[in-house]
């Protein structure tokens, strides 16, 4: 009984790992088909705008102006500014709260306030962005209104925070910053979450060793922790980065939009991201129209893609040394 039941095994087991080896592939094989479908989407319905010369665009989109010089090339031109600096206002905003969080988490905290931190940053994730946008649009920017203007009195000279040409600054406070501050508390639970996690993967031995060469816990985290988790924060900024770049209804509902190449960020009217472009455009374009908020998805897209790939060779270059993986 023994003998025939040895060879039924083994070919079971086979038939098991054949099965989950399929499935398996299968997976991953989708995400790539995704990722393949959704770029050929973009640039088929994208090619329309991106074939007709500015002229024939110009008559089938109102929001498309070359008598003020904007073409679709120099509106992305616009759109892309302001993402990416928005979306730097608020990495830098986030990245050394959420790592500062993480370490508290993951090294400074007793066990049982450290879960329940854990369990807030979690729920701050859940939260919808629509509820972000409500809560900047209606808490936050008439607290950080004031806060502006002295800044801007006293530190104007900074080109950052300098006034308009005419000397004045928003007094709505539906400025870059303030969706910049707003996208920083959005990425700050995804930033910590990951960071946090990595800091623990630390091997014991590695703090352990530190302490008992007489280093204080800060110069253990400086010397074990943070090399040992590196590749992990910058992968999870990128990861943070990713999110602000494609963020749009808080950006959409605190933001006074503009087209320019300010860097002023208490500046009205003067930024816009491409998010929150495409949500506004969208409702009442044609089919022309479409296609070009498409175009200018095709670039969010691309953007958003160099991002992670980014990380990704970031992270893989220390991958041996590092918590990352």
Do not use: C
């Amino acid at each position: 009984m023994t003998a025939d039941a040895t060879p039924l095994t083994a070919h079971t087991e086979r038939a098991a790992n054949k099965i989950f080896f399929g499935l398996s592939t299968t997976a991953a094989s989708l995400i790539l088909a995704t990722l393949a479908a959704v770029a050929t989407f973009l640039l088929v319905e994208a090619w329309p705008a991106l074939t007709d010369t500015s002229g024939e665009l110009a008559a089938k989109v109102s929001w498309i102006k070359p008598e003020d010089g904007q073409s679709l090339i120099e509106l992305a031109g616009y759109l892309v500014f302001g993402t990416v600096l928005i979306s730097t206002v608020a990495l830098l905003i986030a990245t050394p709260l959420s790592v500062g969080i993480a370490l508290f988490i993951s090294h400074y905290a007793p066990r049982k306030l450290a879960q329940g931190l854990g369990y807030l940053i979690d729920l701050l994730a859940a939260i919808p962005s629509v509820v972000y946008g409500l809560w900047g649009a209606i808490v936050v920017i008439p607290v950080l209104q004031p806060i502006y203007e002295w800044i801007s009195t006293y530190l104007g000279w900074i080109p950052l925070f300098a006034p308009a040409e005419d000397g004045t600054i928003s007094s709505t406070g539906r400025v870059a910053m303030s969706a910049g501050i707003v996208l920083a508390i959005m990425i700050i639970p995804i930033i910590t979450a990951v960071t946090r996690e990595v800091f623990l993967q630390t091997p014991k031995l590695h703090e352990e060793a530190a302490l008992a060469m007489g280093a204080t816990r800060w110069e253990m985290v400086r010397m074990a922790v943070f090399p040992f988790g590196r590749s992990g924060m910058i992968g999870a900024t990128m990861l943070g980065l990713g999110r602000a770049l494609g963020e749009t209804m808080a950006v959409y509902m605190i933001l006074s939009v503009g087209l320019s190449y300010s860097f002023g960020l208490f500046n009205a009217s003067s930024h816009n991201t491409i998010a929150s472009f495409i949500a506004g455009q969208f409702p009442e374009a044609n089919t022309q129209g479409v296609s070009a908020l498409i175009a200018l998805g095709l670039a969010l897209f691309v953007i958003t893609l160099l991002v992670n790939m980014l990380a990704r060779w970031i992270v893989s270059r220390r991958a041996e040394f590092s918590g990352a993986n």
